[in-house]
Every structure is written in C-alpha cells, then in structure tokens.
C-alpha cells in the first residue's frame, strides 16, 4: 500500500520559514517523481513544485521562485520543501504527491498517489 505522509506544517509569521517533509512508503517503482501542491480555502489545488527522480530537474511556480526550495533523498524515500519569506498567501493545506511516469509534472493529473496534507498558515 502506497503511502505518503506530509509533516512539518504550522503557524509562522510572515517573512518566517518552514520545512516540510514528505515520508513515502510502498512505492514498489524504481523511479518515480514528487510534488508539491496546495490548496487555500475556496481555491483550486495548485501546482507548487515537483523534482524528478534524481533531483537534476526541479519545477516551481512563478509565485514561489527564489523563495521555496524542493529536494529529496531517496535512500530515505523522503521529498522536502524548504519555505523561505513566507507571505500570508502562501496560507494553504500542502499536499506531496508522487507520479509514477517521472515526468515532474506541474499538473495535478500527472500524480498517481497523494498524501492527506499538512496545513501552512502565514499570519501577517
């Protein structure tokens, strides 16, 4: 049973950083690629950041650009997204998703398997 299971979320203020981790289990696929999505109240789920199996293609969405980091470690099975200068619209549930076509896709449609979130609040 596949697995992927967000931490690391919280309350921060603005200008203030996070990390959060993404721990996946029961991927029996030799390769395969995560993303960050999210998703703010009354909102559609966006596209946040995606990095390929080894790590030598990673995507970002212009609002992110120069302020949030994406990596992984893959002897662990684990995907991170550093979250520097936060601002309050950056306010969001976090979701880690993986795609088992290694695409490092920025579309939600790409992505096989979903984690159930870990929220993000920036206070202003």
């Known amino acids: 049973q596949v697995q992927l299971v967000e931490s690391g979320g919280g309350l921060v203020q603005a200008g203030g950083s996070l990390r959060l981790s993404c721990a996946a289990s029961g991927l029996t696929y030799s390769v395969y690629s995560l993303g960050w999505f999210r998703q703010a109240p009354g909102k559609e789920r966006e596209f946040v950041a995606a990095i390929s199996w080894s790590g030598h293609v990673t995507r970002y969405t212009d609002s992110v650009k120069d302020r949030f980091t994406i990596s992984r470690d893959n002897a662990k099975n684990t995907a991170f997204l550093r979250m520097n200068s936060l601002k309050p619209e950056d306010t969001a549930v976090y979701y880690c998703?993986?795609?088992?076509?290694?695409?490092?896709?920025?579309?939600?449609?790409?992505?096989?398997?979903w984690g159930q979130g870990t929220q993000v609040t920036v206070s202003s």
């Open positions: 998703a993986a795609d088992i076509s290694a695409t490092a896709s920025s579309d939600t449609s790409g992505y096989n398997y």
